[in-house]
């Protein structure tokens, strides 16, 4: 099965590191809208990626920024 590029969505972010004691880790784990996610720590950026056919970019911010985090929508 290929993805739809267009349910991609990517983000810098300022999360330096992910394990099960992230919230961000539980929050994404347990989002029923999330697919498949992952977080490039290595990355200068922090690269998030989400794939959601749900979730617009906008909501994936509030929810990282709800956590304290930093995002912003990469294009």
Known sequence: ?????NIIH??????SA?????????VLNNNQNIEQWSIDCEDVDCV???VSETLKPHEIITIITNLGFECQELS
């Open 1 to 5: 099965m290929e993805t739809d590029l």
């Open 10 to 15: 990517i983000f810098k972010t300022n999360i």
């Open 18 to 26: 992910i394990n099960a004691e992230c919230p961000a880790h539980y």
């Open 48 to 50: 998030l990626r989400v």
